[in-house]
């Protein structure tokens, strides 16, 4: 049986939000995207622009939305997309926000482990690339996003992303390091997240899902009919 977690305080929640201000935006492509991917966590870009490309639908919901950067390059099946950007962090929809201005994106300001509260809203896709991995408590709490973003989803339609995981992927050299140092200062909450935990929150929910990964990065997708009731 997998002991249970600690489930995160409302301080935890709010701190990792609000660790994305207007100055860590102002770098994160080139540091972070650009840098540290390819060099700590042996994942370049491209393949998540890749992802991207091969799964984001004409109506896209995208969650923790970075600054924007996949969405401003990514393939949409359509001209005209309908996208909707959700975080707690101001500072993150408004760069996202402006970063992709001409898809005259929705924002909406929510806690992802919370009930989103959309509406009527209906999309093809979900994304979540770099979420899981910032969210406090363990796999099994942060999981918790994949059944508020389910409700949301078209019949059709498929969640997807990717995150830095802890165990169960091909670290390099830099990784474990890294890791020690961003969950010490909270701007990570993944120490003990697993490619296998991952599988098995998955699992629960979907009987359709694909889970690889890259280096240090878990890729994951799973279909909203295919989902376990």
């Known amino acids: 049986m997998i ?3 600690p489930l995160p305080t409302e301080r935890e929640v ?3 939000a609000a660790g994305y ?3 860590t935006l102002a770098w994160y492509d080139l540091f972070v995207l650009g840098l540290v991917c390819p060099v700590v966590w042996r994942c370049h870009r491209r393949e998540m622009l890749r992802w991207y490309d091969e799964n984001v639908g ?3 919901l995208d969650l923790g939305p970075g600054t924007g950067f996949f969405l401003d390059r990514c393939a949409f ?6 996208v909707t950007l959700v975080d707690l962090n101001d500072a993150v929809l408004r760069k996202a926000a402006g970063r992709v201005a001409r898809l005259r994106p929705v924002t909406r300001r929510r806690d992802v482990l919370r009930p989103l509260d959309l509406g009527g809203d209906r999309f093809d896709s979900a994304g979540l690339n770099f979420l899981l991995h910032c969210l406090p408590g363990g796999m099994r709490h942060k999981a918790r996003v994949f059944d508020h973003v389910l409700p949301y ?3 059709d339609g498929r969640v997807f992303g990717c995150t830095v995981l802890a165990s169960g992927v091909a670290h390099g050299r830099f ?3 890294a890791l020690r140092s961003l969950n010490e200062d909270e ?3 993944n120490s003990d997240d697993s490619l296998e935990e991952l599988d098995r929150e998955l699992s629960a929910r979907f009987g359709r899902y694909e889970l690889t990964a890259c280096g240090s990065v878990g890729f994951f997708r799973a279909e909203a009919a295919g989902r376990r009731r």
């Not at 099946?77 to 309908?82: E, F, K, L, N």
């Open 14 to 16: 709010l701190a990792g």
């Open 175 to 177: 990784a474990p390091a």
């Open 58 to 60: 004409a109506s896209h």
């Open 21 to 23: 201000s207007r100055l």
């Open 3 to 5: 002991p249970e977690q």
């Open 77 to 82: 099946p359509v001209a005209r997309p309908s």
């Open 153 to 155: 989803l078209k019949p």
């Open 187 to 189: 701007t990570f909450h």
